[in-house]
Nanobody, 123 residues
Framework: QVQLVESGGGSVQSGGSLRLSCETSGNRYTKHCMGWFRQTPEKEREGVASIDVDGSTTYAESVKGRFTISQEPDGNTLYLQMDDIQHDDTAMYFC?????????????????WGQGTQVTVSS
């Protein structure tokens, strides 16, 4: 069983930056592909970025060029660097993992989820 704990959310002004972190525990011997998702009360959960076991990354069009997904070499900590944050980025952000070599941005591929960290963008 894999446990995921997000941190780093908070309030930020439009145009600012935040870095989200996701600590993993429980099974450190199996490589996992990982992803970041976000959700608001008005929208369904959507994929933001993912990183495969080989380091390949995928981004939603809405965050390309502004967000960067990365992880520590040991794979135990996942990051989402958020730059030039916009009001539409306000959401609860979740990290997720799956025992696949490649995941993508589809919710259904991820069985492991964290509890989320809130990001709120003010004008």
């Amino acid at each position: 069983q894999v446990q995921l704990v997000e941190s780093g959310g908070g309030s930020v002004q439009s145009g600012g930056s935040l870095r989200l972190s996701c600590e993993t525990s429980g099974n450190r011997y199996t490589k996992h592909c990982m992803g970041w998702f976000r959700q608001t009360p008005e929208k369904e959960r959507e994929g933001v970025a993912s990183i495969d076991v080989d380091g390949s990354t995928t981004y939603a069009e809405s965050v390309k060029g502004r967000f960067t997904i990365s992880q520590e070499p040991d794979g135990n900590t996942l990051y989402l660097q958020m730059d030039d944050i916009q009001h539409d980025d306000t959401a609860m952000y979740f990290c997720a993992g799956a025992r696949f070599l490649s995941c993508g941005l589809s919710n259904e591929q991820y069985p492991y989820w964290g509890q989320g960290t809130q990001v709120t963008v003010s004008s």
